[in-house]
């Protein structure tokens, strides 16, 4: 049951490219000019006070953030780009440029455990979301703290001053644009596209995807495309596509390893991951585990991750699709996973880009700049015991080079007439 309570606001890194801030703004413009005209933001760091923040953010991470190790085997060179960056930091100037050296060096590990420098408009958005939850305290407090908040505020005018800047929201404004549905062959094929799992849609899209299931529900072929969606929220993918679609309640379980460092520690807590949890010597054997990974953890806990039938469950007796590329990431990856583990699905498709095992992404604060750090502090295991970071979920079907997850999916339909 901790899985079903600890993952219901998961964020997306969807919203981990935006490119929109002060950090990207001020290369493209004079930096000078910027901080000339926004002085208030800035308060001109010191060398030593970079460093710090710099040396700061390195240590926390590599006790806190589990997967250097995954990075190190994509071709990243970890030690490389730390050291790299720690002499453009010196080299800085200002306070814009110093950002921008910490939002370039973390950028190296874009998609890895949702590792990223908070985004302006994307702090907006989770401080609110994190302030109505009561088991996210932690997370609150963190990114709440004054100079930060400060910063972010600062930050996001600036955004809005210098750019015609849309909010997260905007592209899929209502869900208007987010739910596609077609019907490929009457009566045989039925099609749905959903965009992104946004938390902020789950009751607007409810209505469209259910009334959809309803009016296809004597079809024999659902196919349900989560593309390059790039995640949002557990509780919609729960609520609006499967406990609609199912008669009995499903379920699996999963494991999730972490080191308890100092960073994770309350987060661990008000998650109720600490009391659940055990010490990484009663770990279950998995063949597929990797052993250099593994030396890092200190616990691991077990989830049960179930969905019960809505109760007005649809009477859908067809075979249901599910279309996946390397884009699936976070809460859609975490779909595909359920998909596979509990045969809800067919999965048709490329590998996802994984991810989708765990919680909500962590925050360090840089002591200095207040600038936040978001990252994933559980490593998630697939069924077989691989890093789901790295691995993603395999499909049951894959698609050849050069055809879409829709064709091969529409072949396989035809081979089961």
């Not at 494991?255 to 600490?274: H, K, Q, R, V, W």
Request: charged residues 25%.
């Amino acid at each position: 049951m901790l899985k079903k309570i600890v993952i219901s606001i998961m964020i997306a890194c969807f919203f981990v490219g935006c490119s929109s801030s002060l950090i990207d703004l001020a290369v493209n413009q004079d930096v000078n000019d910027v901080l000339e005209e926004n002085q208030c933001i800035f308060r001109k760091l010191t060398e030593e006070e970079k460093l710090e923040d710099y040396e700061y953010m390195w240590k926390t991470l590599k006790v806190s953030f589990p997967f250097f190790g995954v990075a190190n085997r994509l071709g990243i060179d970890v030690l490389g780009v730390e050291k790299e960056y720690e002499e453009r930091v010196k080299e800085s100037q200002s306070d814009a440029e110093f950002l921008k050296c910490i939002n370039d060096c973390i950028s190296n590990f874009t998609k890895i455990g949702h590792l990223s420098v908070l985004d302006p408009q994307l702090y907006e958005y989770v401080k609110d979301t994190f302030k109505n939850y009561p088991m996210r305290e932690s997370w609150y407090n963190v990114i709440n703290n004054p100079k930060t908040e400060k910063l972010y505020g600062n930050l996001l005018n600036i955004e809005k001053k210098h750019r015609n800047i849309n909010s997260i929201q905007s592209e899929y404004k209502d869900g208007a644009n987010n739910v596609i549905t077609k019907i490929i062959l009457p009566g045989e094929i039925a099609y749905i596209k959903i965009n992104i799992f946004l938390q902020d849609f789950v009751q607007t899209d409810y209505k469209i995807i259910t009334d959809f299931f309803r009016e296809v529900s004597d079809y024999k072929n659902l196919i349900i495309d989560i593309t390059d969606n790039g995640g949002g929220s557990d509780y919609y993918w729960m609520q609006n596509i499967v406990a609609p679609l199912i008669k009995n309640r499903l379920s699996f379980d999963e494991y999730l390893l972490f080191s308890s460092s100092t960073n994770n520690a309350p987060y661990l807590e008000d998650s109720g991951i600490s009391i659940n949890s055990k010490t990484i010597d009663e770990l279950p054997h998995f063949d597929n585990i990797n052993q250099d990974d593994l030396k890092q953890f200190t616990n691991f806990f077990s989830a049960e991750v179930s969905v019960e039938p809505d109760e007005n469950n649809i009477d859908f007796n067809g075979k249901i699709w599910t279309l996946v590329n390397n884009d699936v990431y976070s809460a859609s990856d975490s779909f595909s996973e359920f998909c596979v583990a509990t045969h809800f699905s067919t999965l048709v498709g490329k590998k996802t880009g994984g991810d989708g095992i765990g919680i909500d992404p962590v925050y360090l604060i840089l002591p200095n700049s207040s600038l936040a750090i978001r990252y994933s502090m559980l490593y998630g295991l697939n069924l077989d015991g691989s890093s789901n970071q790295e691995f993603g979920t395999t499909p049951d079907y894959i698609s050849p080079d050069g055809e879409t997850p829709l064709d091969t999916c529409l072949k396989l339909i035809e081979i089961r007439k």
